[in-house]
């Protein structure tokens, strides 16, 4: 067993100081005191946080889930620990039905082995069934329309499919999910109307991919995606707070309009993740990385580059959040939008053991997962 002492413990709606948190492999107590005989973490006064939940990351350090090898989810993993990430959905991009299959056989293996890194918990499936208008970084020769027998046989481990509605013909397939599935459907790279979008969310689609990129905007008389995003209290909306797909000014606009219960912070990040700038690929495409900016050559984003932890720094400095806030928006919001808050996403008796310790900048000083010290700064 482990203790944290002489440090913040941020909980979902609370900090607590000069409290001790005690842990194995699940969160045990949180007291006043330290237990004889336990092993002593000092925090040195910094934060003590859940572990985040990155619910849409195509790879880092060299690496992409297309890879379709279990080296490339281990890689991955090991570099987000570093940042505080102690959960993450690999996400897969719009390629061939072969090359998408390869990849999520490589992800169910590295679920049932013990990475020393961040835990793979599911899978994105980011495409095919999106629209070719709003592709972003997607490559359009493999966009299909919706189709269940896709996935059928991978609905165990898919977590989240980002679709566009309009490319489902009645629905159909959207029917076929929530009947059949716990899989969560999520809005993106869609040219839906305000109309579809909503008739989409009513019948189950809970989520929005990266609010406002890939997506028909908001327009005072064609609300589009965005609008219906907005307009519907119930569905969560990712974003990507790296000031570069959103600028930063809208950020409180965002969180006024959906609440802090309801924005996701993900990374949406590429195998150019935690390198320097320079030429690399994404879904078969070449992306040049620049300033931190990922970029196509026609000139479109193509995902980001920059850490979770920082991406929840800029979102905290740019809203009126308290730091436990923050974080939870990048902890319990995805873990609750994924259906995995019973054992993540926030500091609680009898949850998984995922911590990490960050500074006042958000930077991160140890991860734990699982109660095992897995980065240590």
Known sequence: MKCIVNGKILLENQILENKVLVFGKKIVDITDEVVDGYEIIDANGKYVSPGLVDIHIHGNVGKDVMD???????????????????????????????SI???????????NKNIEGAKPI????????INEAYKGAQNPEFIIDASYDFIKDNADIIKVITYAPEKDTNLEFTKDIKKNTNIVLSIGHSKATYEQAKEAINLGASNITHLFNGMTGLNHRNPGVVGAALTSND?????????????????QFILDNKGKEKVILITDSIEAGGLEDGEYSLGGQKVIVKENQARLESGSLAGSVMPLNIMINNFYKNTNLKINEAINLASLNAARSIHVDNTKGSIQIGKDADIAIFDEDLNCFMTIVNGEILYKR
């Not at 080296?71 to 897969?92: C, M």
């Not at 999520?104 to 590295?110: E, F, P």
């Not at 994105?124 to 069934?129: A, Q, W």
Request: glycine residues 8%; hydrophobic residues 40%; contains cysteine.
């Open 122 to 129: 599911g899978v994105h499936l980011e495409g095919p069934f």
């Open 101 to 111: 299959d390869k990849a999520l056989q490589a992800i169910r293996k590295s679920m």
């Open 68 to 98: 379709g090898n279990e080296e490339a989810i281990s890689d991955i993993s090991k570099s987000i620990v570093r940042h505080g990430v102690t959960s993450f959905l690999p996400t897969t991009m719009t390629m061939g039905k072969d």
């Open 235 to 251: 569905a969560y909306c990712e974003i990507i707070a790296d000031t570069i797909h959103i600028k930063k000014d809208l950020f």
